[in-house]
């Protein structure tokens, strides 16, 4: 499955049931969404608490039951996946949202990315690659294709780099391998309370809406590189 680094979410961690991840799917085409429904049925690892066909509907889902992961098409009837995010996001814990497209280019990561998305998979995936991509930006991991990034680390003009701590700059480039927020804290015997407030102090400082998109600008200032 193509990704880029993960841990790039706000929120890492177990599903807050502890157990199987709780999945919203919305897509707005009935056939794609009763088969997404079905198979992910199959992964123990998954349960789909409820299903959408609009942005209204998915909204009044998220009101009605608890939901650790929305999977939502980039396209729908009454907007886009996006616009979730800011109403996912503002729920207590945050729920990460992935989208999903049929197109996958580089305009759609592009907006997934500038919306604060936890990740894009394309319709083309298995649906076992799908459902490992749920399970991980449950987990706290961003998933994009690598492959269609490479235009936003080549930017016009070169920002200014910000002044960093030596514990934000090692949280940083833990981040650019790919560790989750949950994996730093365990590997430093920190809790993830204390490596959040770090993620969010390099937000901060980088000017960024996401996790993903502060690692990026920091590739672009030459912070950090992506392996």
């Given amino acids: 499955m193509p990704s880029t680094p993960d841990g790039l979410d706000d929120d890492g961690g177990q599903s807050a049931s502890d157990g199987p991840v709780r999945l919203l799917i919305v897509d707005d085409h009935a056939l794609v969404l009763e088969s997404l429904a079905s198979t992910f049925g199959r992964f123990p690892q998954i349960e789909v608490v409820g299903v959408a066909d609009s942005i209204a509907a998915a909204l009044g889902v998220l009101d009605d039951r608890p939901v650790d992961v929305v999977l939502a098409d980039l396209n729908l009837g009454d907007g886009h996946g996006t616009d979730l995010v800011t109403e996912a996001a503002g ?12 197109v996958g280019d580089a305009k759609g990561v ?21 459902a490992t991509a749920v399970v991980a930006v449950n987990g706290g991991a961003s998933v994009f294709p690598s492959a269609l990034l490479t235009g936003r680390l080549d930017p016009a003009s070169q920002p200014i780099r910000p002044d960093l701590t030596e514990q934000e700059s090692r949280v940083l480039a833990e981040l650019a391998q790919g560790r989750s927020v949950s994996e730093i804290a365990a590997d430093w015997h920190l809790s993830v309370h204390t490596v959040r407030s770090h993620v969010k102090a390099l937000m901060l400082k980088l000017d960024a809406r996401s996790q993903l998109q502060a690692v990026l600008r920091a590739v672009r200032m030459g912070l950090v590189e992506i392996h």
């Fill in 110 to 130: 592009e907006a997934a990315i500038d919306a604060g998305c936890a990740g894009f998979v394309s319709k083309a995936e298995s649906f076992s690659n799908l």
């Fill in 91 to 102: 729920r207590t814990p945050s729920v990460p949202v992935l989208l999903i497209s049929g």
